[in-house]
T-cell receptor, first 114, second 115 residues
Framework: AQSVTQPDIHITVSEGASLELRCNYSYGATPYLFWYVQSPGQGLQLLLKYFSGDTLVQGIKGFEAEFKRSQSSFNLRKPSVHWSDAAEYFCAVGARAAGNKLTFGGGTRVLVKP | DAGVIQSPRHEVTEMGQEVTLRCKPISGHDYLFWYRQTMMRGLELLIYFNNNVPIDDSGMPEDRFSAKMPNASFSTLKIQPSEPRDSAVYFC?????????????FGPGTRLTVT
C-alpha cells in the first residue's frame, strides 16, 4: 500500500521569500503524485500533478514540484510567496493498481508574514 | 461545468438525529469519493464508488455511517444516529476513469456540527 509523509506541519515564511514544502512517499512502483491546496473554508484544489516524463512539473499559481525517485520525494516550491499563498497544502499519491484512489499526506499549513 | 456540488454547506444537529449529506459529481466522472476532515485525524477517505458501485468502504468509521449512489449524478452519506465526535467537514470528490486524469475534483464541503 502507498503512503505519504509531509514532515512539516506548519511553515512560516515572509512574503516575497521562497517556499519549499516536503513530501515523501512510499510505493513499490511508479507513483502518480499530486499537490493540492486548501484555502480556509474551501475544498481542495489541484496545484500540479506528475505521471511520467519530465521530473520537474509546473503548476498553477507559480508553483512547481520535482519528482526524485532516488529520494522518494516530490517537493513543492515557489520562488516568491504572496500573502494569498497562505493555506494548507496536501501531497497525495495514487497508483494505477489502486484504481483512482489517492492517499493524502497530513498536510502542511503555510503562514505568510507581511 | 459547475464542479462538484455538495449540500448543505453547513449542518447543525443534535446528538441522536439523522444527518444526510448530498453530493452531485461532475458530469461524466466515473468515480466518487467521500472524505472526512478533522483537526485530529486530517483528511480521511471514507468510501468510494466506481460506476455507482461501492468499491472500498474500509474507511467508514462504524455502522452508523452509510453511503449510497443510486445514479451517476447523485450520492448521499448518512449518519444515523449522529454523535458529537462526527463533527467534521465532509468532502465529496469525483474523478474520471481515465488513469491519465487521476486528479480528483473536490466539492466545497459540508461542515457538520453535532451538539
Amino acid at each position: 500500500a502507498q503512503s505519504v509523509t509531509q514532515p512539516d506541519i506548519h511553515i512560516t515564511v515572509s512574503e516575497g521569500a521562497s517556499l519549499e514544502l516536503r513530501c515523501n512517499y512510499s510505493y513499490g512502483a511508479t507513483p502518480y503524485l499530486f499537490w493540492y491546496v486548501q484555502s480556509p473554508g474551501q475544498g481542495l484544489q489541484l496545484l500540479l500533478k506528475y505521471f511520467s516524463g519530465d521530473t520537474l512539473v509546473q503548476g498553477i499559481k507559480g508553483f512547481e514540484a520535482e519528482f526524485k525517485r532516488s529520494q522518494s520525494s516530490f517537493n513543492l516550491r515557489k520562488p516568491s510567496v504572496h500573502w494569498s499563498d497562505a493555506a494548507e497544502y496536501f501531497c497525495a499519491v495514487g497508483a494505477r493498481a489502486a484504481g483512482n484512489k489517492l492517499t493524502f499526506g497530513g498536510g502542511t499549513r503555510v503562514l505568510v508574514k507581511p | 461545468d459547475a464542479g462538484v456540488i455538495q449540500s448543505p454547506r453547513h449542518e447543525v444537529t443534535e446528538m441522536g438525529q439523522e444527518v444526510t449529506l448530498r453530493c452531485k459529481p461532475i458530469s461524466g466522472h466515473d468515480y466518487l469519493f467521500w472524505y472526512r476532515q478533522t483537526m485530529m485525524r486530517g483528511l480521511e477517505l471514507l468510501i468510494y464508488f466506481n460506476n455507482n458501485v461501492p468499491i472500498d468502504d474500509s474507511g467508514m468509521p462504524e455502522d452508523r455511517f452509510s453511503a449510497k449512489m443510486p445514479n451517476a449524478s447523485f450520492s448521499t452519506l448518512k449518519i444515523q444516529p449522529s454523535e458529537p465526535r462526527d463533527s467534521a467537514v465532509y468532502f465529496c470528490a469525483s474523478s474520471h476513469r481515465d488513469w491519465s486524469s487521476y486528479e480528483q475534483y473536490f466539492g466545497p464541503g459540508t461542515r457538520l456540527t453535532v451538539t
